[in-house]
């Protein structure tokens, strides 16, 4: 697999939405503002914290951060916009 950089595959975003919540525990406090909207079909979006798998953190380049998601589109945004967490 190659790297942890955003933007992210589908399926690594669906990964943390999968996994139980003692993985995805925000080190970061979620943004208080309301998530944009979708650019792709315009629906309110919402935040989720995404974190890189548990080996990418023991190998030293885990990412974690608030990423905003559309399910229905497969959209995520890019960690980097609200700041983000590197072990
Ligand atoms: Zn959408």
């Not at 935040?47 to 080996?55: Q, T």
Request: charged share 25%.
């Amino acid at each position: 697999m190659n790297s942890g950089y955003p933007p992210f595959h589908w399926f690594e975003v669906e990964a943390v939405l999968k996994q139980p919540s003692s993985f995805t525990k925000p080190l970061m406090p979620k943004p208080k503002r309301k998530p944009r909207d979708c650019p792709w079909c315009g629906q309110p979006t919402r935040w989720v914290w995404w974190s890189s798998s548990p080996k990418s953190w023991e190998s030293l380049c885990g990412r974690a951060g608030w990423i905003r998601v559309c399910e229905p589109c497969r959209y995520s945004s890019d960690i980097s916009e609200e700041g983000f967490i590197m072990s």
